[in-house]
């Protein structure tokens, strides 16, 4: 990933989620600047500081814009002083252990700790946060925040908001919704009626996520997360209408802010005969590869008296019972072979 790509400050961290992970900035605030970046930026290896850092140089003591990338290492997680993470999670046992230390022991711990110049180190549990921490946070550049979350809610939530930061993304065209309880993506010619169907069914009781330009990102080895860009969030262009705010128009309960990507729908015009070929028991269904997922894709030709709403709304269902193991087709030929065999006794 390229090193301007997605990365976040530790003041960005604080702005978007301070509130949901109930933060409280206690120490190093100087060091607001310092990045945090995915696991893949960087050429050094885990817990090793990059060549072009000044070991004895103190990590904030530069301009605002002067902080160097962090080296390779893994995201959030509790202390480590061999393999460090950006965010080093400090809790009960963690902070017993540097209590249990002494004096010597314990400066060459801390030595270690902001030697791998953590992005920040966050106090969980609502534990007090010790005297020589703060000195050392603040002499250092380090941001130091405390939080009244578990350990393990508060590293879940960390990764969660950081994976999806960070994952691989791309732009579609289309209409993405959420239909019977899965994201739909609706593809296919500009002015085939994309706009039109997404109005009706959100008519029907179904929510529009994103028009036009819908993101999606790669968060799990199997899951794509779709999501709307801030510009277009609750906006539906149709034709002859223009712009229109479904929020305003239908409610809050009209519009949601993401969805997993389940099912791709490809509305296509018929062609000049007025016929296109498909499958007559498997209809259109095949696959097509985003971000090196295969996601179902269907095709449904658009022509005059075809209800598109009904047969999206019972394309959704039907792949709901393909993903459960029920497959119509398969089970009619069955059912056909097994009547056969029969005639044939």
Same mark, same amino acid.
């Given at each position: *990933?390229?090193?301007?790509?997605?990365?976040?400050?530790?003041?960005?961290?604080?702005?978007?989620?301070? @509130?949901?992970?109930?933060?409280?900035?206690?120490?190093?605030?100087?060091?607001?600047?310092?990045?945090? !970046?995915?696991?893949?930026?960087?050429?050094?290896? /885990?817990?090793? !500081?990059?060549?072009?850092?000044?070991?004895?140089?103190?990590?904030?003591?530069?301009?605002?814009?002067?902080?160097?990338?962090?080296?390779?290492?893994? +995201?959030?997680?509790?202390?480590?002083?061999?393999?460090?993470?950006?965010?080093?999670? +400090?809790?009960?046992?963690?902070?017993?252990?540097?209590?249990?230390?002494?004096?010597?022991?314990?400066?060459?711990?801390?030595?270690?700790?902001?030697? %791998?110049?953590?992005?920040?180190?966050?106090?969980? @549990?609502?534990?007090?946060?010790?005297?020589?921490?703060?000195?050392?946070?603040?002499?250092?550049?380090?941001?130091?925040?405390?939080?009244?979350?578990?350990?393990?809610?508060?590293?879940?939530?960390? %990764?969660?908001? +950081?994976?999806?930061?960070?994952?691989?993304?791309?732009?579609?065209?289309?209409?993405? *919704? @959420?239909?019977?309880?899965?994201? !739909?993506?609706?593809?296919?010619?500009?002015?085939?009626?994309?706009?039109?169907?997404?109005?009706?069914?959100?008519?029907?009781?179904?929510?529009?996520?994103?028009?036009?330009?819908?993101?999606?990102?790669?968060?799990?080895?199997?899951?794509?997360?779709?999501?709307?860009?801030?510009?277009?969030?609750?906006?539906?262009? $149709?034709?002859?209408?223009?712009?229109?705010?479904?929020?305003?128009?239908?409610?809050?309960?009209?519009?949601?802010?993401?969805?997993?990507?389940?099912?791709? $729908?490809?509305?296509? /015009?018929?062609?000049?005969?007025?016929?296109?070929?498909?499958?007559?028991?498997?209809?259109?269904?095949?696959?097509?590869?985003?971000?090196?997922?295969?996601?179902?894709?269907?095709? +449904? /030709?658009?022509?005059?008296?075809?209800?598109?709403? !009904?047969?999206?709304?019972?394309?959704?269902?039907?792949? *709901?019972?393909?993903?459960?193991?029920?497959?119509?087709?398969?089970?009619?030929?069955?059912?056909?072979?097994?009547?056969?065999?029969?005639? @044939?006794?």
């Amino acid at each position: *990933m390229p090193e301007s790509a997605n990365q976040l400050t530790v003041d960005d961290l604080y702005t978007r989620h301070g @509130e949901k992970l109930g933060l409280e900035w206690v120490a190093g605030r100087q060091g607001g600047k310092r990045l945090i !970046v995915p696991e893949e930026s960087g050429d050094s290896a /885990p817990g090793v !500081v990059d060549d072009d850092l000044d070991a004895s140089a103190k990590p904030g003591s530069g301009a605002s814009g002067g902080f160097s990338k962090p080296s390779r290492q893994s +995201l959030v997680g509790y202390l480590n002083l061999i393999h460090p993470h950006q965010i080093q999670i +400090l809790g009960d046992v963690e902070l017993g252990y540097f209590a249990s230390l002494r004096d010597i022991s314990r400066q060459d711990a801390l030595r270690q700790l902001f030697g %791998h110049k953590p992005a920040c180190i966050i106090i969980s @549990e609502g534990n007090a946060v010790p005297t020589f921490l703060k000195r050392k946070c603040n002499e250092n550049g380090i941001p130091l925040l405390a939080s009244l979350l578990p350990g393990k809610k508060l590293t879940e939530s960390l %990764h969660y908001y +950081l994976a999806s930061l960070f994952a691989e993304a791309v732009t579609l065209h289309g209409v993405f *919704m @959420e239909i019977n309880a899965i994201g !739909v993506l609706i593809t296919g010619p500009s002015g085939i009626g994309k706009s039109e169907l997404a109005l009706e069914l959100i008519t029907r009781g179904h929510r529009l996520i994103a028009d036009d330009a819908p993101q999606f990102s790669r968060i799990a080895p199997d899951i794509i997360n779709g999501t709307c860009p801030e510009a277009l969030r609750d906006f539906l262009e $149709v034709r002859g209408l223009g712009i229109i705010n479904v929020r305003d128009l239908f409610g809050d309960g009209a519009v949601k802010s993401n969805k997993y990507l389940r099912l791709i $729908v490809r509305l296509t /015009p018929l062609d000049e005969n007025g016929v296109v070929k498909f499958d007559r028991l498997e209809g259109s269904y095949r696959t097509r590869r985003v971000l090196d997922i295969e996601i179902p894709e269907i095709t +449904l /030709p658009v022509a005059p008296g075809r209800n598109l709403a !009904v047969l999206l709304e019972c394309a959704a269902r039907n792949h *709901m019972l393909r993903i459960s193991g029920h497959n119509a087709s398969t089970e009619f030929s069955e059912r056909q072979r097994s009547l056969i065999e029969k005639g @044939e006794k």
